[in-house]
């Protein structure tokens, strides 16, 4: 048995306590609800690519740096790195898998995306637009600042994001467009 300090609690103790035990997550990805016993320690990450097979969603850093693994839970941006997967019991998940209004149609970031050359090698897009949505969603119509500003947790290697923000502003006219009565 490990030593423990008085006072605190037996850290070295507690992965022992938890190995092989399960715990029962229910959740909703993508509009699909979704039951799974999983162990307490894995990542939200790691949940959704190899439980859930949902492969979009790319892990870069696994410190929540780089905004590669960014997915938004019940509408937030949250790194799905840095969140354990009994952590979204409960929850509506929406990965890039989920933006899309069908298999064969684009969503109106994506496809700005795709006509303004904002994917680049494409590894840290899915985070870039989760991160996107929502900021669209919180401001409709950004100017290039407050969209720079939007993407600072997002780092992208290949790009200095001339092409992203112009992909940004592109989708906020076409959603603006769409969403006129």
Known sequence: MPDATPGLPAFESAPAAYAGERVAVSLTVNGRAYQRAVEPRLLLSDFIRHELRLTGTHVGCEHGVCGACTILVDGEPVRSCLMLAVQADGS???????????SDALHPLQEAFWNAHGLQ????TPGIL????????????????????????????????????????????????ESAP
């Not at 090698?121 to 840290?124: E, K, L, R």
Request: one cysteine or more; hydrophobic letters at 40%.
């Open 130 to 177: 989760m991160t996107v949505t929502a900021l669209l969603r919180d401001t409709p119509a950004p100017t290039d600042e407050e969209i720079r500003a939007g993407l600072s947790g997002n780092l992208c290697r290949c790009t200095g994001y001339q092409n992203i923000v112009r992909a940004v502003k592109q989708a906020a006219g076409q959603l603006a467009g």
């Open 92 to 102: 509506a998940i929406q990965t890039v898998e989920g933006l899309a209004p069908s």
């Open 121 to 124: 090698c494409g590894f840290c």
